[in-house]
């Protein structure tokens, strides 16, 4: 298969409407997907990734008002999320309704809904006129991509279609909240910080890192780049050369030593960098990557999660 290159959200759409896969722009990272209620088309993602068939994929709605396509309940706390932060990157695990096909939901009587604010994203949505389950567009247990070319270069001929739409400006996946659960729990860090869901649900609780497994993709080996990954305190911990790098917060002493360096103003400036990164240390064949650790503090929850993720092999 020729993976074809779009810029035509309605174009793009008509694949998904062919029963096709196709990756598409979010302000998370790129997406990789398919009409939800097609089980066959569904299955096309899980083979385009290598996903392991126990992780559910979330079902992706241009609006609020198309949610109960997907689930067959919204609860008062759900609703409330719905109203605060979407538009936007905030995944809610909702009670599955009965025409969501099991493949979708790994087998679950859940399902993980999502409204993407990006502009590209909305309009593939609204053209597709049918929920698109999505999971992100790359091999699994690779990084997350973050740009249409670490989506090429991760399915490149296992894909129908990519949809261009620039630079993912989060660069890290959407925060997932359970609704089923009283008190509601954060399954995943992501872009809405847990600050900012207690301002909507103050009960809110985060899932233990170990312990149980609630959302079946935290069990599997996530965001490793093909170079090692090794976290550090501060600059001074990593030791330099040409096929090392650093990503960080603080400048490391001498940058030219190393094969490629990147100093980010801050966390969120880390977060959108840290994938796009990842890629490009893996086009240049850089063997080791030092990260450099922050605080688990807002955003920097997120960003520790997939550090820790990356760096666990
Ligand atoms: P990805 O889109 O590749 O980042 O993966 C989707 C994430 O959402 C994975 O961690 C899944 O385990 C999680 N997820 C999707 N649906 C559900 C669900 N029904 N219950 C719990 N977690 C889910
Ligand atoms: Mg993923």
Redo the contacts with the bound molecule.
Sequence with gaps: MSTRLLTDPTEAATYIKAGQVVAFPTETVY?LGADAFNPEAVQRIFEAKGRPSD????VHVATAAEVPRAAAAVPPVAERLLERFTPGPL?L?LPRHPEVPRIV?AG?D???VRIPAHPVAQAFLTACNTPVA???ANPSGRP?PTSWEAVKAGLDGRIAAILKGGRANVGL?ST?V?CTTAPPTI??PGAVTRAELRTVAPDITLAPATGPV?????KHRHYTPSATVRLVETPADASPDSTSAFIGIDAPARPSAYGRVAVCADVAAYAHALFDFFFQCDRDGIQQIYCQRVTSEGLGLALMDRLERAAAR
């Design positions: 997406g992780n559910p994929l979330i995944t695990i939901t679950l859940t399902v993980g999505a999971p992100s997350s996946e997932v359970d399954l995943r609630r959302s079946p993709g935290q």
